[in-house]
Antibody, heavy 122, light 107 residues
Framework: QVQLQESGPGLVKPSQTLSLTCTVS??????????WSWIRQHPGKGLEWIGY???????YYNPSLKSRVTISVDTSKNQFSLKLSSVTAADTAVYYC??????????????WGQGTLVTVSS | SYELTQPPSVSVSPGQTARITCSGD??????AYWYQQKPGQAPVLVIY???ERPSGIPERFSGSSSGTTVTLTISGVQAEDEADYYC??????????FGGGTKLTVL
């Protein structure tokens, strides 16, 4: 059973960079066949896909966030990470990591982390 | 930007059938997926590839597609089905898009 767990600061100051890590257990990121995605949910609102990474390091970001997002992978630790720069209060949300079943396109999310609330405030 | 449109809310009595729609211009060309989200929990996939049901999801959940609209049907609704439901697909460039969500209330 694949499990994902987000970790990182719950409070980030405006203009700084939000950094989160997702640790995957019960399966190897390096085995391929799946993308690994970040998704967020603003308080009381719907879901927004941020982007994904493949084990090889190839990425695809939501154009609406592309200029501020970096997703990276560390296969030795079976982790992938999210960095979101120049944050504002509008980036306050619950951030989820998820396994992204890539085929058929556009793919879907079959395993999710529990989510972590990140608040942007001074 | 591309949007998937869902009704904000649907209400049904226990035992009745709930239908939640999701509309989008690209749906004839892209598969749709459905997620159930209960308060304080992560979403759970309940339908993939328009109408396929993952293992462990009750048979009362089904999906269908017609033109630019996909529909999640819950037959014989139970109190435990009260949740938010989100459709998901992609735009023409492959960017993943979620619908705005539908709150299902079991009366």
């Amino acid at each position: 059973q694949v499990q994902l767990q987000e970790s990182g600061p719950g409070l980030v100051k405006p203009s700084q960079t939000l950094s989160l890590t997702c640790t995957v257990s019960g399966g190897s990121i390096s085995s391929g066949g799946y993308y690994w995605s970040w998704i967020r949910q603003h308080p009381g609102k719907g879901l927004e896909w941020i982007g994904y990474i493949y084990y090889s390091g190839s990425t695809y970001y939501n154009p609406s966030l592309k200029s501020r997002v970096t997703i990276s992978v560390d296969t030795s630790k079976n982790q992938f990470s999210l960095k979101l720069s120049s944050v504002t209060a509008a980036d306050t949300a619950v951030y989820y990591c998820a396994r992204h079943h890539s085929s058929p396109e556009p793919g879907y999310f079959d395993y999710w982390g529990q989510g972590t609330l990140v608040t942007v405030s001074s | 930007s591309y949007e998937l449109t869902q009704p904000p809310s649907v209400s049904v009595s226990p035992g009745q059938t709930a239908r939640i729609t999701c509309s989008g211009d690209a749906l004839p060309k892209q598969y749709a997926y459905w997620y159930q989200q209960k308060p304080g929990q992560a979403p759970v996939l309940v339908i993939y590839k328009d109408s396929e049901r993952p293992s462990g999801i009750p048979e009362r959940f089904s999906g269908s597609s017609s033109g630019t609209t996909v529909t999640l049907t819950i037959s014989g609704v139970q109190a435990e089905d009260e949740a938010d439901y989100y459709c998901q697909s992609a735009d023409s460039s492959g960017t993943v898009v979620f619908g705005g969500g539908t709150k299902l209330t079991v009366l």
